[in-house]
């Protein structure tokens, strides 16, 4: 029977050392990410965070364009062409003499000089727009960090939550030698050798399950930056909860107006304003104004020929197009009702996440104080427990469970610490600034 209990112990020593010291191994060779780095490389990856730099570039060249619709409009032309000296005249049927080269040039240009003020809209909805499209990205940005941030605390819990897991093997190989040395004197039974013995073997298999979600977090975090390969996270230098610059008031008032959400929403607010404001521009004249210079010559010089400039200023105002211009004034104002509506949604709803973050940002700072409560007690309880074990008082039974109670209090302490660092993320990314 002691040769039995000494060989289960060795072989539970061994695949406990083997556990430490394969994972260890499964690691080396990958070099640490920071958070900063990890969220650098998110944002330069990303396709969403691409396609907002378009919009934003989008909206930048539709600016130009509004700007330069106050510009006249330029052209230039030339032509020549050769014929014969003699043509037949097809009226008459007799050979006439002329010039057989003919070269012309011209430069023409065009301006609107009044056209209901809809360019003056037209730059207002395109300050508008760019301001939203910035406001996007600016959203998106903060989207993507908080992704980020995700992967990179999952991938740093789960390495937390298999410590805690080796540890509870550590624990478990105790407990059997506890019972080994109890069954050399006569006071441990069978029964106690074989709970110890499956505690082993459970929290050996809780690590090889924490091997795995660890193995999966690291390459979801490679994936989030762009590599191909499981990436190991740099623990930040801290995970204590620290206090907040804002008051509760201000992060609400901060949400309601500076959250890019909000500030997109307003934005395409005042983009379908000036729309309504344009569709309106139809029904005022528009006033135009062209001039131009030619020049006709028959010989390939640019001395002698003909000459001549035109100057002429033109109104049009269409006294009825089939209700085109009410039928875009009612679409323009029902689009003008509906961003309204949206933006005071948007409004609501920054403001209701907030708040959610903000809650459980607090409720996450009490978990860690709980939590920390809970893991002393525990650690006490099972030092106590395993005493009276010893001394026979207890049985094995109890101290497994002060075991387990133990772990699951560790694994408390991990929880809750993530948990808080992702709140204040999400109640960042809410607000549009870091806190």
Request: glycine share 6%.
């Amino acid at each position: 029977m002691k040769d039995m209990y000494r060989a289960v112990a060795r072989v539970a020593a061994c695949l406990a050392a083997a556990l430490v010291i394969l994972w260890p191994v499964s690691i080396r060779g990958q070099q640490a990410v920071s958070l900063e780095e990890a969220i650098e490389l998110a944002l330069v990856r990303s396709p969403q965070m691409l396609q907002q730099d378009q919009a934003v570039d989008n909206a930048a060249l539709a600016r130009r364009s509004a700007w330069a619709a106050f510009l006249p409009s330029l052209s230039a032309s030339t032509g020549g062409s050769l014929r014969s000296a003699n043509i037949l005249d097809p009226n008459t049927g007799q050979i006439i003499s002329g010039s057989s080269d003919s070269y012309s040039a011209g430069v023409s240009s065009r301006m609107t000089i009044f056209q209901g003020g809809s360019r003056f809209v037209e730059m207002n909805r395109t300050d508008a727009d760019m301001q939203a499209a910035r406001a996007r990205r600016e959203n998106q940005r903060f989207s993507v960090t908080l992704q980020t941030k995700n992967f990179f605390f999952a991938a740093l819990r789960q390495a937390d939550l298999l410590e805690v897991a080796q540890q509870r093997v550590e624990q478990a190989q105790q407990n059997l030698e506890i019972v080994r040395a109890r069954s050399q004197v006569g006071r441990a039974t069978i029964s106690d050798s074989l709970r110890a013995r499956l505690d082993l073997i459970n929290a050996e298999q809780v690590v090889l399950q924490g091997e795995t979600v660890l193995r999966a977090a690291q390459f979801s975090l490679g994936r989030q930056i762009g590599e191909s390969v499981a990436v190991l996270p740099a623990p930040p230098s801290t995970l204590e909860p620290t206090i907040l610059p804002l008051t509760e008031v201000e992060i609400m008032r901060l949400a309601e107006s500076g959250s890019p959400t909000v500030i997109a929403a307003n934005q395409a607010a005042n983009v379908a304003s000036a729309n309504v404001t344009s569709a309106k521009a139809g029904y005022l004249p528009t006033i135009s104004m062209s001039t131009g210079y030619s020049w006709n010559n028959q010989e390939r010089s640019f001395t002698g020929g003909r000459t001549s400039w035109n100057l002429g200023f033109s109104m049009s105002y269409p006294l009825f197009n089939n209700f085109q211009r009410e039928s875009s004034v009612d679409r323009a104002q029902f689009s003008y009702r509906v961003a309204r509506l949206q933006e005071d949604d948007a409004r609501l709803a920054a403001r209701q996440q907030a708040d959610d973050a903000l809650y459980s940002l607090r409720t996450a700072e009490r978990a860690i104080e709980i939590a920390g409560e809970a893991a002393r007690v525990a650690a006490e309880d099972l030092r106590v427990v395993r005493e009276r074990y010893a001394v026979g008082v207890a049985t094995i039974l109890d101290v497994l469970i002060s075991q387990s109670a133990a772990s699951q209090a560790d694994a408390g302490v991990v929880t809750s610490r993530y948990d808080y660092v992702i709140a204040r993320a999400e109640l960042e990314a809410i607000l549009g600034r870091e806190l």
